[in-house]
């Protein structure tokens, strides 16, 4: 009887052993996509703040970046960039966000016409369905750079 007794508690100590893995498990993935959803809304964030924002009149081919304002981002980071497309008189805003510094950025892109102001800075509108979530470029260094 005592023998059957400790079979079913060394038993019920497996599944409830398995069972806490399996919940580690679950919480560990929550965790990760709950982290990467605040990097995504950064990135979001970062991406219409920095269309709404004037930058210098710049060709070169190099990336232009901003950290995005304090109070736009509540969780993390974020930052702006933009540069010229490939395409003529297209550019492409790109924005960048991070729950901590120690993580990779999840980066949104979208594809933008310019506008000069009369400083000599420029507006961004966005093109319609110019939004995309990976490099636009057929040259996908370009994005890095």
């Not at 004037?54 to 995005?68: A, F």
Request: include cysteine; proline fraction near 3%.
């Amino acid at each position: 009887m005592i023998l059957s007794i400790l079979v079913m508690m060394g038993l019920g100590l497996i599944v409830l052993n398995s069972l806490q893995q399996q919940l580690s498990a679950g919480l560990s993935l929550t965790s990760n996509q709950h982290r990467y959803n605040v990097a995504w809304e950064n990135a979001a964030s970062a991406l219409a703040w920095g269309i709404g924002q004037s930058w210098s009149d710049s060709h070169d081919p190099y990336w232009q970046c901003r950290e995005v304002a304090v109070g736009i981002i509540i969780s993390g980071s974020g930052r702006a960039c933009v540069r010229p497309a490939f395409r003529e008189d297209i550019f492409l805003v790109r924005g960048e966000g991070r729950l901590t510094q120690d993580n990779e950025p999840v980066v949104q892109y979208q594809q933008v016409s310019s506008k000069k102001q009369a400083g000599g800075d420029l507006i961004f509108s966005p093109l319609k369905q110019g939004w995309l979530d990976f490099c636009p470029e057929t040259d996908a260094q370009a994005c890095n750079e």
